[in-house]
């Protein structure tokens, strides 16, 4: 094990925060502390949790706490306190590098802007690193708890791209971080401003944050009280949106909060948070998203992914429980009754509040959050109603691929007649849109919801009904308008029918070995063709996307439904020579205007420019 003094290289993408919290204009230089002393909070909760088991880790010095302290001769603020501690592995790993999932992304979205950049580091969460927005040198010192035998760590740097660490003398356990600050920044040693920015931020964090006053005793500058613990009357948005900021890390104020005590068979107390933007790491399944769980205020767990179900993996916030033991472990969570019960609770709780929100809230939340929500459909079986009623779609009614029309909104327009909430999935919105399934319901007016994200096809296989009103794809099983079409229409469909029945069959026969069956259409009134799925058949879409994803999927052919009115179809019921060429194109037409790909992109090229040729006489 290394012991002497070592210099290392940051990982690279920590070097170019670094560069960019220097050198960056940030808004609110402040925060530096507010993110310092809840990392600090951090580690004496950790040192709680570790100490159930082992209570020794305390090193008879139980009494935890974090203290300030200032140097205006030495131009330092210094911020410490008696937690867990980190060992030298630790310190290379926690602060040599960012293991943050979405660190990739974050990077892909800076601008070049500094003003915008700048706002996006506060997104991200910029933790210990916020201590180079004021400070030209960072000093750390710190030694893990339990391990008295052993020396503590310093570690140094001025966040130019190196740092060095070496080990040290420390009796105590704990991290101590000194700032020696820039230029200009004099400012911040002022014990009133200091006490301030506490009172502003961190007045909620549950531990004593001291600082010693002129007469050389300690003095609590914060109220050192669990904040959800509070009467609700007691507390002020600003403090709910700080708490916020600390549980969740983010830069930004929540979105909205729901705070509650439950009373009753299960005792526990409740503040979750909606936050205002999403995650980089939102559609990572292998972050660790949750809430925090305490017991009887002390903390357990930082992200107890029990207590909320996948498709809510956004929200934030704390549970308090006076029902858990101290002990308890993630494998008893999973087998308790008391967790299923408060998790129930949690999602009626953040159901009703995304159900609150006004419109131009709920708007922002379904661009952050609804491709999540979606997910709920197929997995909340208890809350599916309410879950159907937030969500939001696209449709022919709009020109853009807004998400704005809910459910209960396309029912109360349904045509007098229409039975069916009609909907058509695609790969993307452009493609949905154009989907030549689409033409029949343009004509009569009849609205269909355009489904273009991946998780859509999860929902409509999962959601069949809507308010006793069945969801249909357009795209699926023949065309059943019921009593929006007249009885002229469909003798005309039927008189079509027969006479269009030998082409039928002469297609279908050029066609054995891509389609199931060949049928005159009604729902085109410009394209020449298109490809539909058997009622029980997998859509297209979706086989396309579960291919894509490395999935077997059994084979199955779709059907090819021809427009007899469009002058193409026309043509080929009395084509001889060319007839084979033809009825391939119909149906490689028919595929690319489903978004599919085609089997031999060559031998289409080469049929299409054989039959331009022959069509111009050459």
């Not at 300030?68 to 592995?89: E, H, P, V, Y």
């Not at 400012?187 to 961190?202: E, F, N, Q």
């Not at 494998?331 to 019960?341: C, D, G, N, R, V």
């Not at 704005?404 to 849109?433: C, H, N, P, W």
Request: glycine residues 6%; charged residues 30%.
């Amino acid at each position: 094990m290394q012991t002497g003094k070592e210099t290392l290289g940051f990982q690279t993408e920590v070097r170019q925060l670094l560069n960019l919290m220097i050198h960056s204009l940030y808004s609110n230089k402040e925060i530096f502390l507010r993110e310092l002393i809840s990392n600090a909070s951090d580690a004496t909760d950790k040192l709680r949790f570790e100490a159930l088991t082992d209570s020794a880790l305390f090193e008879e010095d139980s009494v935890l706490k974090i203290r300030l302290a200032f140097d205006k001769d030495n131009k330092t603020i210094t911020i410490s306190d008696n937690g867990i501690g980190m060992s030298r592995q630790e310190v290379i790993d926690n602060i040599g590098t960012i293991a943050k999932s979405g660190t990739r992304e974050f990077f892909d979205r800076l601008t070049g802007d500094q003003a915008k950049d700048a706002n996006l580091i506060g997104q991200f969460g910029v933790g210990f690193y916020s201590a180079f927005i004021v400070a030209e040198k960072v000093t750390l010192i710190t030694r893990r708890a339990g391990l008295t035998s052993e020396h503590g760590v310093i570690w140094e740097s001025n966040g130019e791209g190196e740092y060095t660490i070496e080990n040290v003398e420390k009796a105590s356990r704990g991290t101590e971080i000194t700032l020696h600050l820039r230029e200009g920044e004099e400012g911040m040693l002022d014990a009133w401003r200091i006490k301030s920015i506490v009172r502003k931020y961190s007045d909620h964090i549950q531990l004593p944050i001291v600082m010693m006053d002129e007469e050389g005793n300690d003095e609590a500058l914060n109220q050192a009280s669990a904040l959800w613990a509070r009467s609700k009357s007691e507390i002020s948005q600003e403090q709910y949106d700080e708490f916020y900021k600390h549980v969740a890390h983010d830069h930004e104020a929540p979105l909205a909060h729901v705070h509650a005590k439950v009373e009753g068979n299960q005792e526990y107390t409740q503040l979750l948070y909606i936050p205002s933007r999403a995650p980089f790491d939102l559609f990572d399944r292998e972050s660790r998203h949750g809430i925090k769980l305490y017991v009887r205020r002390v903390f357990i767990m930082d992200d107890a992914e029990q207590l909320m179900p996948q498709y809510l993996r956004f929200v934030k916030g704390v549970v308090d429980s006076n029902d858990l033991p101290l002990n308890v472990s993630r494998e008893i969570l999973q087998e308790s009754k008391t967790i299923e019960a408060i998790r129930s609770g949690c999602v009626k709780k953040v159901l009703a509040m995304i159900e609150d929100l006004d419109a131009e809230k709920y708007a922002k939340f379904w661009k952050e959050f609804g491709r999540v929500m979606k997910e709920g459909v197929g997995e909340d079986f208890a809350n599916r109603e309410k879950i159907a009623k937030l969500l939001r779609f696209a449709s022919t009614r709009l020109d853009t691929d807004e998400e704005s029309v809910s459910l209960a909104d396309y029912v109360s327009r349904m045509k007098e007649g229409q039975e069916k909430i009609y909907f058509v999935t695609a790969e993307t919105f452009a493609s949905a849109k154009n989907s030549p399934h689409l033409e029949i319901f343009r004509k009569k007016g009849i609205e269909v919801l355009l489904l273009s994200d991946r998780v859509d096809e999860w929902l409509v296989s999962n959601l069949h009904e809507f308010e006793g009103k069945q969801l249909q794809s357009v795209a699926k099983g023949g065309l059943d308008l019921g009593s929006l079409e007249d009885e002229e229409e469909k003798k005309e469909q039927e008189k079509e029918s027969g006479e269009y029945k030998d082409l039928v069959e002469r297609i279908k026969r050029e066609l054995e070995d891509k389609v199931k069956e060949v049928r005159v259409t009604h729902r085109l009134t410009e394209s020449p063709a298109c490809l539909v799925s058997d009622q029980h058949d997998m859509g297209m879409n979706l086989e396309r996307l579960l291919k894509s994803a490395g999935q077997n999927v059994p084979a199955s052919k779709p059907i090819l439904e021809i427009n007899p009115h469009h002058p193409l179809v026309q043509r080929l019921k009395y084509e001889e020579e060319r007839f084979s060429d033809w009825s391939a194109i119909l149906f490689d037409q028919a595929m690319l205007s489903e978004g599919g790909q085609l089997d031999d992109p060559a031998g289409f090229v080469k049929r299409l420019n054989g039959l331009m040729l022959a069509l111009s006489g050459r």
